[in-house]
């Protein structure tokens, strides 16, 4: 819920200060009214700009107020405030690099226990919201298995208080755990995201019962047909968003079309709450670029990586641009693939563009996959210097990069299957892209899945760990990261363009977003702490021999699919 008061932070100070004298035994009913609302207003203004120290000491004057009376509505004030502090995706910038889920539960264990004296409507309103936000937050953070019995109690709630207000934030939290979870509903691993969704190979993820509610989107479905509201809209976009990640994985391009039409139609119908609706479009967006590519439809790829973009530079947010790397990253490895270098070289800009603005690896993730992509294609078009040049590049990027020893690993398996590339006479090499293909892809497989939400997952994010979800790649998308996304927040993609060309990320909230695999993701923030990698050798000689031979099939796939699609498009 974003905060409407309009006051400044000074004024809110100022008012309090007014009360100081005074203890809340003294107050007359007026001023302990004027009181309350002036802590609850300075106490999420404070949360904004995360002071959290703060915020938190707003909220324990609050709660003294509130012990010097007989409650009241001081209780309910309480409960929002306490609500208030518990904003992920209305806070997407605080919560850019890190998140502390510990805290976020904490306040939405506080609201419980009020409601648990007041099991009232009142009360129950701020306790789905910070249910919802909570779901979120332990997304971005990585801990996915705390997701479903979080959404099991807010059904409860909803069950208990069959309204509008509480059936908004349900839909939101649908949302999340449809980004972190998938559409199977398994929980486990972390985030913002992005495979766009989850990668039932990390050993983290364990299966997990479906919700109460059966399948997400159906559930929202019919709680939106209950209350045909802008709020209860803005939640069903979520869920509609959320679920192109399984989408992408089908490669169903028509399917996640179809989502997007219906979330822009929700967008018209309720323009009140259009900012919070189409703020999960670059979730379904990125994920139409994605599918796209793997069904080698450059076009289309084109199509949904520049509405992503377009989205992003619209909305502006960390989880928004963790799904716009995840999409731009797509239309890279499109463009290099299809033997465009020029353009594949723009949007490798683009990405390092994303990189120097935003504190989060999952950007870093998509950055190097593209340059490999970018060393490969130099490779297959015979132009060795430019070739040479990446790979230096590449071995200046891995310096202080979290994932060092795989990508330099990655890289001495290059040299190793492309010696003429790199020897000193400057020969041009033929017939070492695929060399160049196994080991782009094999730094792809050590670095980390697509998870925009985190965005988008809100991906896209490691967020977590600090709070980066967001949506994809190494995710937190929101939207996660993203988006996902978390992810998005927010906030990893396992693609199957080249392999794995889905990546994360989550990743945006964006972006945990689904995406994720077994070294985490970089949309929502999952799983940053990576294995113990394989001695250079080994992980040279095995990781070059594996991937050459699928990256060399897929590649090969890929390109005839592309010749069948122009030789058959006439008729």
Known sequence: MVSSDTRSVGELEQRVEAFDAATPAELEADDRARLTDALVALGDAYG?????????????????????????????????????????????????????????EEYRERIE????????????????RATAETVHANGKGGRRDRIGPLVKRLEAVYDAHSEPDIAAPLLRAY???????????????????????RDDSDPGTAPAEHDAGGDRVERAEELFRVHP?????????????ARTNADAERTDVATIEERIGRIEALADRYPAQEEAIVRWLPVATANAARASFEAADVSRVEHWASETVDRHERLSTPSSATWAAVATFFSARASFFDGDVEA????????????????????????GRAMFDAARSYVETDRPEPAREMVDDLSEFAVGHEDRE?????????????????????????GTGDSVDE????????????????????????????????PAGTDSAEPAAPEGLDAPEAAGLTGRGGE????????????????????????????????????????????????????????????AQRVLRDAIGPS
């Open 229 to 241: 509201d802008g709020e209860v809209a803005a939640g069903l976009a979520g869920v509609l968003a």
């Open 113 to 128: 226990e009020l409601y648990g004296r007041r099991p009232e409507p009142a009360i129950a309103a701020p306790l789905a």
């Open 344 to 367: 594949g070289e723009a949007k490798l800009e683009r990405l390092e563009a994303l990189e120097e603005r935003y504190d989060n690896p999952v950007f870093a993730h998509w950055l």
């Open 406 to 430: 795989e990508i330099e690993a990655g890289l001495e398996a290059l040299r190793s299957h492309a010696p003429h590339l790199f020897d000193d006479s400057g020969d041009s090499v033929d």
């Open 439 to 470: 080991t782009g892809d094999s730094v792809d497989e050590t670095t980390g899945r697509l998870d925009a939400s985190g965005a988008a997952t809100e991906t896209p994010p490691r967020e977590a760990r600090a709070d980066a979800a967001g």
């Open 500 to 559: 794995d060309a889905t990546g994360d990320d989550a990743d945006s909230d964006l972006p945990g977003c689904g995406n994720c695999g077994e070294d985490g993701c970089g949309n929502c923030g999952s799983g940053n702490d990576l294995k113990s990698p394989a001695s250079g050798p080994v992980l040279a000689a095995a990781g070059a021999a594996v991937v050459l031979v699928g990256l060399s099939v897929a590649y090969t796939l890929y390109r």
């Open 175 to 197: 949302a999340h755990a449809e980004l972190y979870l998938g559409d199977d509903g398994a929980e486990g691993g972390d985030a913002d995201d992005a495979a766009l969704g």
């Open 48 to 104: 904004d700009r995360g002071e959290f120290d703060a915020e938190a000491e707003m909220i324990a004057r609050l709660d003294r107020l509130r012990g010097a009376g007989d409650g009241g509505d001081v209780d309910v004030h309480l409960a929002n405030a306490l609500a208030n502090a518990t904003s992920v995706r209305g806070r997407d910038d605080v919560y850019e690099t890190a998140i502390d889920p510990d805290r976020i």
